[in-house]
């Protein structure tokens, strides 16, 4: 069949495109290439009807343009990262339950651990599917939802436990959720935030730094001096790769400078004051971190370590078992290096850091940008999780309620985990479809009712 008529062959290779959230934009994408090539056939001195016939003739079959046009465009499937999830969390599993075995002689996690694992690869499945631009529009909403949800749930729902209100209850569900691993929602959120605010200037630092204290506050409230300074770190992290990428049009070396040598003051300057005016145990602490006084988690972990083998079990398992001070899943490598040895615990961590850093090189080299932002956003939290999880394990930090994903157990930690992996896994399924024009054009659909 030939076609004669423009539109009419954009409608038939419109048809041939199954993701509609691709159809418009390559359309018009071919649509001027179409333009530009009548252009020069007018140019020629051909009439606009012969221009148009001549230009359509040259595209070729509409059909077969649009199939190939499909195969780009559209959705990947993403059953192997799912798999692969499932996978390091039944790995994860195994390693818990014989630790837990081999240190207690129970089993007591079993049944909770299934039930959050199901619940928790069935939202990773759900958010994968959601086209995660559509969380990224609407971010600067969700951030301020999120933080009215928090904080009337540790109003109303809060439950104290030795003297900080880090649990939620829900009544009618009868679990209690994790108010402090719910305050990394918030990343993926800001990474999408700073997206909006592209080639503003010095004010988009500005608003950069104030959309971090959401979640700063509510971890600061609850309080957890920990969570607040993995969320600082995460969003100062964001923040640089930004600057760095150039989108602000600001100087790269002055502000990143600032940003990172303000953190080195003002973190100067919470040590002076608690130092000065502080409580006996913040300063005790302080120290025990600045390495000034040791304290029993720290000898005790020196115990453990120098009994431990490069392979296998050594001395240092005694010492786990005799050590109730450290019973919880939160020291988990504690025991796979007493149980399993150096190498073997060395190994699950590498493995651990490698998949981040795959998922890294994978957001960073996203053409949409929005996607590359909300991507480094969920690395970032695993990153740094990863990083306070490894040094309070070695005695680097003192104890603090640790997380590390995969190797933790916790019904919330696995949503968490799993919602920021199902960004993770969106971002790479509709990494071919173009989405960044989208509010644009929506922005300017409203902008035209209000015209006419």
């Known amino acids: ?18 993701c509609k959230k691709a159809r418009s934009q390559v359309v018009e994408e071919i649509r001027g290439h179409m333009e530009e090539q009548e252009a020069f056939y007018l140019s020629e001195g051909l009439t606009q009807e012969e221009a148009e016939e001549e230009t359509v003739k040259e595209m070729g079959d509409p059909v077969e343009a649009g199939a190939a046009l499909d195969l780009v465009h ?15 969390y039944i790995a994860g599993f195994a390693v818990l339950k014989l630790l837990q075995q081999n240190f207690s002689g129970t089993d007591f996690i079993t049944g909770d651990y299934v039930k959050w694992l199901v619940i928790g690869l069935v939202i990773l499945i759900g958010v994968c599917y959601v086209d995660y631009s ?9 951030t301020a939802g999120l933080f009215i949800l928090l904080l009337l749930g540790k109003v109303f729902c809060g439950v104290q436990v030795n003297g900080s209100m880090q649990w939620i209850l829900l009544p009618v569900l009868g679990v209690s959720v994790n108010m402090r691993l719910l305050c990394f929602l918030f990343v993926p959120l800001y990474g999408a935030v700073l ?19 959401p979640a700063l506050f509510i971890a600061i409230r609850m309080p957890s001096v920990f969570t607040s300074l993995e969320l600082f770190l995460i969003f100062l992290i964001i923040l640089s790769f930004a600057v760095w990428q150039g989108w602000f049009a600001v100087s790269k070396v002055r502000v990143l400078g600032t940003l990172w040598g303000g953190t080195a003051l003002l973190m100067g300057a919470v040590f002076l004051r608690v130092f000065l005016f502080g409580a006996d145990y913040h300063r005790q602490r302080l ?4 390495g000034q006084e040791e304290s029993y988690y720290r000898s005790t972990l020196r115990k453990i370590y120098s009994g431990c083998q490069m392979f296998g079990s050594g001395e240092g398992v005694q010492s786990v078992e005799g050590i109730r001070a450290l019973e919880g899943m939160e020291f988990g490598l504690v025991y796979i290096t007493a149980y399993f040895g150096i190498v073997v615990a ?7 850091i490698g998949l981040v850093f795959y998922f890294i090189g994978m957001s960073a080299g996203q053409k949409n940008r929005m996607g590359m932002m909300m991507g480094i956003g969920c690395c970032s939290v695993f990153l740094v999780q990863i990083l306070f999880y490894v040094l309070g394990n070695v005695g680097i930090l003192p104890f603090a309620n640790m997380y590390c994903p995969f190797l933790t157990y916790g019904g919330t930690g696995i949503l968490v985990t799993n919602v920021l992996l199902g960004i993770l896994i969106s971002i790479y399924r509709y990494q071919d ?10 922005k300017l659909e ?7």
Not at 75 to 85: C, S
Not at 346 to 352: E, G, K
């Open 287 to 290: 120290q025990v971190i600045l």
């Open 433 to 442: 479809v173009p989405l960044e024009m989208k509010k644009r054009r929506f």
């Open 1 to 18: 069949m030939s076609y004669r008529k423009k539109e009419e062959y954009l409608k038939v290779l419109e048809e041939q495109i199954r």
């Open 346 to 352: 060395a190994a699950i961590m590498c493995v651990l």
């Open 134 to 142: 559509q969380i990224g529009y609407w971010a600067k909403e969700f």
């Open 74 to 88: 559209r959705p990947r499937m993403t059953w192997g990262f799912i798999g692969l999830t499932g996978a390091l």
């Open 446 to 452: 409203l902008s035209m009712k209000r015209v006419y």
């Open 195 to 213: 997206y909006h605010y592209q080639g503003q200037g010095y004010k988009a630092i500005g608003k950069g730094v104030l959309w971090m204290f």
